[in-house]
């Protein structure tokens, strides 16, 4: 069984489907296979308002919750995902932490390029830093979280509010995250020429991901894009890194944690064998999934509350 369904996924990932010319399919196809019946009382849709614009973000509050929260970024290369596709993930989730989840339904490219969904996740983090004491938490309460694209979000927003001085990240997961730009051939980051055929997610796809994300190319430099070309790494959140080893983003996720570490923030690195880009959020990798929430749980360590 296993044999056949590695030759099921290599057939798949190597059809050559463009996501350039076909993101919108893409997009209805992750609902569909994300899509279950669910009780629409475990979450609460809501709106942010943000001046010119509104952003969604659905939040999910498991029954026996422990008053903390995670913010959750999903993945999608910044084109595809949404808290509809990623709904069922974030109400598992909820339910294996028992924290509060609040999934942000950011805009996406090419509609929405750089930096429009990266604005859209930091004004509404800080609108919810800002009025903690309303919400009844506290700064060292919140978690924030992302997959793929998502990871990059967060690490991105992490680094935006050192600099800023907005508001204080205390805890970071980031789930086999992107960090860099550079998805070339010429890369230095070599999982992405060994992992970029036959895993699901592959080496020109990411290419096409950049292309739709960044609209102008010296935004390509920017820490906010490619959270490793960032000069410093001072004064970051505790950091929980996730990899997988046969996914292209593996070794940036590697990377970055070492970079983390040398500018002595606190780090736990832990990169999953035999798992793809993309586990938690998908059935068939099911062993992987059970693994991180437990990593992710001891993380978080919220044991005794």
């Not at 290599?10 to 279950?36: A, E």
Request: proline share 3%.
């Amino acid at each position: 069984m296993k044999r056949i369904m590695s030759k099921v996924i290599k057939t798949v990932s190597n059809k050559d489907i463009s996501i350039k010319k076909n993101y919108k399919l893409f997009r209805v196809l992750q609902k569909i296979i994300n899509s279950k019946i669910v009780n629409k009382q475990e979450y609460e849709d809501i709106i942010f308002y943000l001046g010119d614009r509104n952003i969604k973000a659905r939040v999910f509050n498991y029954e026996h919750s422990i008053h903390k929260a995670i913010i959750f970024i999903h993945g999608g290369g910044w084109v595809i995902g949404s808290v509809e596709s990623y709904t069922n993930t974030c109400m598992e989730l909820s339910k294996k932490t028992k924290r509060t989840v609040i999934a942000i339904d950011y805009r996406l490219a090419p509609e929405f390029p750089y930096p429009n969904g990266f604005n859209d996740c930091y004004d509404v983090i800080k609108l919810i830093m800002d009025n903690l004491d309303t919400l009844g938490w506290k700064e060292e309460d919140i978690c924030l979280m992302g997959d793929s694209a998502g990871g990059n979000l967060v690490a991105a927003i992490s680094l935006k509010a050192r600099c800023n001085k907005d508001f204080k990240i205390y805890k970071q997961i980031l789930l086999y995250p992107a960090l860099q730009s550079d998805y070339s051939t010429h890369t230095k980051f070599k999982s992405v020429i060994e992992n970029g055929k036959d895993y699901i997610l592959t080496q020109k796809q990411l290419q096409e991901y950049m292309t739709l994300y960044i609209s102008d190319p010296k935004d390509l430099d920017s820490p906010y894009v490619s959270p490793l070309k960032a000069r410093t790494l001072f004064f970051q959140p505790d950091t929980l890194i996730i990899t997988s080893d046969l996914d292209p983003l593996r070794d940036e996720g590697k990377y970055y944690a070492k970079r983390l570490k040398r500018y002595f923030n606190y780090v736990e690195y832990y990169n999953f064998e035999e798992a793809m880009h993309g586990f938690l959020s998908q059935p068939i990798q099911k062993k992987h999934t059970m693994k991180a929430y437990n990593k992710i749980i001891n993380f978080l360590g919220d044991v005794n509350d």
